[in-house]
């Protein structure tokens, strides 16, 4: 059964209130011990504390396995050791450091869900949202809870935690054992991360075997108790440790199971549970009536984040635009401005060039005009008389009009 449809069937009238009271009978019915049987094939993990670092690798793997964030220290910051921890929504295993006087070294614990035999979680929930599984895994289907919290109450080891933050959905956190890791033949994320064996996995009748041969063999090693092997009717998590196990943080229980001790509680809870319909059903509605808003404001403020993100990048793009168009006409105008200026260089060598030239035509032409002008009397002083010409007659004499001294004969 769903969660919301739950909350519907509690939300009719008086009729179907009836209706409910004898389905939650059933369910309690479900939780009762003659109900939740140990199967003893189940698995299990054995926990030796004498063979424990404080690496916190554990935590890590659990981390990765299960999809949980980051812790705001990470894991090789070992100083989180120093206080004590427990499981949270966000880490469903921690390790703690304990020092107790009559031990040598410190010794640590990882602490997680011990997957009891019989669970508390699953008989004090009265909608059946947690699972034994035949494996001896303890499982939770959010789906189905009501965010009532009872196995958080009910857990005598305090492990399930709860989201405080999703109100609307409420979900409860709590190791699986890594359930689905189970169903592909894998290892738990823990066990298969340990670097020194602290941490064993196998059938849980053989572990119990397997600790007590290493408390025989050892037997000032270990205290001389299997924590778990019987507590609260026995858990799939089991413990050795070599001082007493409550001098590392875990409760003094007795060997009855929860359901056992709450039967006759339990089997109230129908009867309270019948006088809840109109509450439940009122806050189904005020639940709904909150999704609903909820889910308008998202899409609203989506709807304006895209918009507003459209707005900012058209704005952007015309900002490149007129960048782009401004450095365009700038990149143009120094080209002209470059070109301009090398033929107005080139212009200016070519008319000193010819100035040049020009300058020196002159200066030759006046040279020779200077030298011309040096030799021309020198030359002219130095030059012959012409001497005249003498025509003969046909005896042979000059028939120029001179006589023959060279002067003229007057007529």
Same mark, same amino acid.
Request: proline share 7%; with cysteine; charged share 25%.
């Given at each position: 059964?769903?969660?919301?449809?739950?909350?519907?069937?509690?939300?009719?009238?008086?009729?179907?209130?009836?209706?409910?009271?004898?389905?939650?009978?059933? +369910?309690?019915?479900?939780?009762?011990?003659?109900?939740? %049987?140990? !199967?003893?094939?189940a698995i299990g993990v054995l926990h030796d504390s004498t063979l424990r670092i404080g690496c916190r690798r554990c935590e890590e793997a659990c981390a990765i396995v299960n999809n949980r964030p980051a812790p705001k220290k990470p894991f090789d910051d070992l100083s989180v050791l120093d206080t004590k921890r427990r499981t949270t929504v966000d880490s469903y295993?921690?390790?703690?450091?304990?020092?107790?006087?009559?031990?040598?070294?410190?010794?640590?614990?990882?602490?997680?869900?011990?997957? #009891?035999?019989? &669970?508390?979680?699953?008989?004090?929930?009265?909608?059946?949202?947690?699972?034994?599984? &035949?494996?001896?895994?303890?499982?939770?289907?959010?789906? =189905?809870?009501?965010?009532?919290?009872?196995?958080?109450? *009910?857990?005598?080891?305090?492990?399930?935690?709860?989201?405080?933050?999703?109100?609307?959905?409420?979900?409860?956190?709590?190791?699986?054992?890594?359930?689905?890791?189970?169903?592909?033949?894998?290892?738990?994320?823990?066990?298969?991360? #340990?670097?020194?064996? /602290?941490?064993?996995?196998?059938?849980?009748?053989?572990?119990?075997? +397997?600790?007590?041969?290493?408390?025989?063999? %050892?037997?000032?090693?270990?205290?001389?108790?299997?924590?778990?092997?019987?507590?609260?009717?026995?858990?799939?998590?089991?413990?050795?440790?070599?001082?007493?196990?409550?001098? =590392?943080?875990?409760?003094?229980?007795?060997?009855?199971?929860?359901?056992?001790?709450?039967?006759?509680?339990?089997?109230?809870?129908?009867?309270?549970?019948?006088?809840?319909?109109?509450?439940?059903?009122?806050?189904?509605?005020?639940?709904?009536?909150?999704?609903?808003?909820?889910?308008?404001?998202?899409?609203?403020?989506?709807?304006?984040?895209?918009?507003?993100?459209?707005?900012?990048?058209?704005?952007?793009?015309?900002? *490149? =635009?007129?960048? /782009?168009?401004?450095?365009?006409?700038?990149?143009?105008?120094?080209?002209?401005?470059?070109?301009?200026?090398?033929?107005?260089?080139?212009?200016?060598?070519?008319?000193?060039? +010819?100035?040049?030239?020009?300058?020196?035509?002159?200066?030759?032409?006046?040279?020779?005009?200077?030298?011309? /002008?040096?030799?021309?009397?020198?030359?002219?002083?130095?030059?012959?008389?012409?001497?005249?010409?003498?025509?003969?007659?046909?005896?042979?004499?000059?028939?120029?009009?001179?006589?023959?001294?060279? !002067?003229?004969?007057?007529?």
């Amino acid at each position: 059964m769903h969660r919301r449809n739950f909350l519907k069937l509690l939300s009719l009238s008086g009729g179907a209130a009836v209706a409910a009271t004898t389905a939650l009978e059933s +369910v309690a019915k479900a939780a009762s011990p003659s109900n939740i %049987t140990p !199967n003893p094939a189940a698995i299990g993990v054995l926990h030796d504390s004498t063979l424990r670092i404080g690496c916190r690798r554990c935590e890590e793997a659990c981390a990765i396995v299960n999809n949980r964030p980051a812790p705001k220290k990470p894991f090789d910051d070992l100083s989180v050791l120093d206080t004590k921890r427990r499981t949270t929504v966000d880490s469903y295993t921690v390790v703690n450091k304990y020092s107790p006087e009559d031990a040598p070294r410190p010794v640590f614990r990882k602490q997680q869900c011990n997957h #009891c035999q019989e &669970p508390a979680c699953a008989s004090a929930c009265f909608v059946k949202a947690f699972t034994k599984n &035949p494996d001896g895994s303890v499982t939770y289907d959010p789906s =189905l809870c009501v965010g009532c919290r009872y196995c958080m109450i *009910a857990c005598p080891f305090n492990v399930p935690s709860y989201d405080y933050n999703k109100v609307i959905n409420p979900l409860v956190h709590k190791c699986t054992l890594c359930e689905p890791r189970l169903l592909e033949g894998k290892l738990p994320g823990c066990v298969e991360s #340990c670097p020194t064996g /602290a941490l064993l996995f196998g059938k849980r009748t053989d572990l119990v075997h +397997v600790a007590r041969e290493r408390i025989a063999k %050892t037997p000032g090693k270990y205290v001389d108790h299997i924590y778990g092997e019987k507590e609260m009717g026995g858990t799939n998590w089991l413990y050795l440790s070599p001082v007493p196990h409550e001098k =590392l943080g875990q409760p003094v229980l007795g060997a009855a199971s929860v359901p056992e001790l709450t039967s006759g509680a339990l089997g109230s809870v129908p009867i309270i549970a019948g006088l809840w319909p109109v509450f439940l059903g009122g806050a189904y509605a005020i639940t709904k009536r909150k999704e609903k808003v909820a889910a308008e404001e998202q899409a609203q403020a989506v709807a304006d984040a895209v918009k507003a993100a459209e707005a900012q990048a058209e704005a952007a793009k015309q900002a *490149a =635009l007129a960048k /782009a168009q401004k450095e365009k006409e700038n990149a143009l105008a120094a080209a002209a401005k470059e070109k301009d200026a090398a033929l107005a260089a080139k212009d200016g060598e070519m008319a000193a060039a +010819v100035e040049a030239a020009m300058e020196t035509a002159r200066q030759e032409a006046k040279a020779k005009l200077a030298e011309a /002008a040096k030799t021309a009397p020198q030359k002219k002083a130095g030059k012959p008389a012409k001497p005249s010409a003498k025509t003969p007659d046909a005896s042979g004499n000059d028939t120029s009009g001179n006589d023959a001294s060279g !002067n003229k004969e007057d007529s």
